[in-house]
């Protein structure tokens, strides 16, 4: 089975400038999340979509925004970049349904975003 | 609210010793704990989760946790390392809704360094 894949792998930007992001999730898994990782901050909880519904948000502004379409692929964007917003970005799919024997969540390679 | 701690930046080893990475959790209700490995460049991967049950966890590549209520800790633990397992380890717990296994709050993470 295929894991989690996002596109790009690598993404320069300028300031102000706005950014997709794409993540496909494992064949079958339903939720799918999104972390910042810096070095300063660590790893940070953006959201979490299960069936194209938001169901949980990380303390991040509004120019922080996802979406996730019918067959589960998700989908974050960013406006506005600013020199902050550099970091590598994580998806990760689970099953989504509580009560099934598999609680964690597969991470995907990341997307490594610069702005400069 | 739900958080963990690790209190080491950094653990150093000769290879064929025992490794221990340390974690410390706060949470209201059940805890569900994981343990994640990232190697440079990469995404997170899964090692181990607690759950519910025996409190010796077994996980991937020889890891394994131990779980104490007591003392609210999580380590990490293989009995002989190898210099492979060099690499950024994160413990996390769930914080998101009844449903969702998808929201994680992660510890700031240990560098481990195994020497040959």
């Known amino acids: 089975k295929a894991g989690v894949t996002q596109t790009p792998r690598y993404l320069i930007k300028t300031r102000g400038q706005q950014v997709t992001l794409s993540c496909s999730p494992i064949?079958?898994?339903?939720?799918v999340s999104w972390y910042q990782q810096t070095p300063g901050q660590g790893l940070q909880f953006l959201f979490e979509?299960?069936?194209?519904?938001?169901?949980n948000k990380g303390n991040f502004p509004g120019r922080f925004s996802g979406r996730q379409f019918s067959n589960s692929r998700s989908e974050m964007n960013v406006s506005t970049l600013e020199l902050g917003d550099s970091a590598l970005y994580l998806c990760?799919?689970?099953?989504?349904?509580?009560?099934?024997?598999?609680?964690?969540?597969?991470f995907g390679p990341g997307t490594r975003l610069t702005v400069t | 609210a739900q958080s963990v701690a690790q209190p080491e930046d950094q653990v150093n080893v000769a290879e064929g010793n025992p490794l221990t990475v340390k974690c410390t959790y706060s949470v209201s209700g059940n805890p569900y704990l994981f343990w994640y490995v990232q190697y440079p460049n990469r995404g997170l991967q899964f090692l181990l989760k607690y759950i519910t049950g025996d409190n010796l966890v077994k996980g991937s590549y020889g890891f394994e946790a131990e779980f104490n209520k007591s003392q609210t800790s999580f380590h990490l633990k293989k009995p002989s390392a190898l210099v492979s397992d060099s690499a950024l380890y994160f413990c996390a717990v769930r914080t998101g809704t009844t449903d969702s296994w998808g929201k994680l709050q992660f510890g700031a993470g240990t560098q481990v360094v195994v020497t040959p």
């Open positions: 064949s079958g898994h339903r939720s």
């Open positions: 979509y299960f069936s194209e519904t938001q169901r």
């Open positions: 990760a799919s689970n099953l989504g349904l509580a009560g099934l024997s598999s609680y964690e969540q597969y």
